[in-house]
């Protein structure tokens, strides 16, 4: 899953960012990287996905 959410973000799909961030954040498939994971979420939320933005917000990344 991880991949194809890499490609799909490499490719300008925002919601890949976001899943891939958060799978990052959260260590889910892979080791954990907070750091990488809230690039991404961040990414896809500058990129108007609602799903990046709540979870940036979750995270304490900042408001939308």
């Known amino acids: ?13 925002a919601l890949g960012c976001a899943h891939q961030g958060w799978m990052l954040v959260r ?3 892979t080791q954990a990287n ?8 961040r990414k896809a939320c500058r990129a108007g996905d ?13 408001a939308r």
């Open 1 to 13: 899953a991880l991949l194809l959410l890499r490609r799909a973000c490499d490719e300008g799909e």
């Open 50 to 62: 609602s799903f990046g933005c709540d979870k940036q917000e979750f995270l304490g990344g900042g």
């Open 27 to 29: 260590g889910i498939g």
């Open 34 to 41: 907070r750091a990488q994971g809230m690039k991404l979420v």
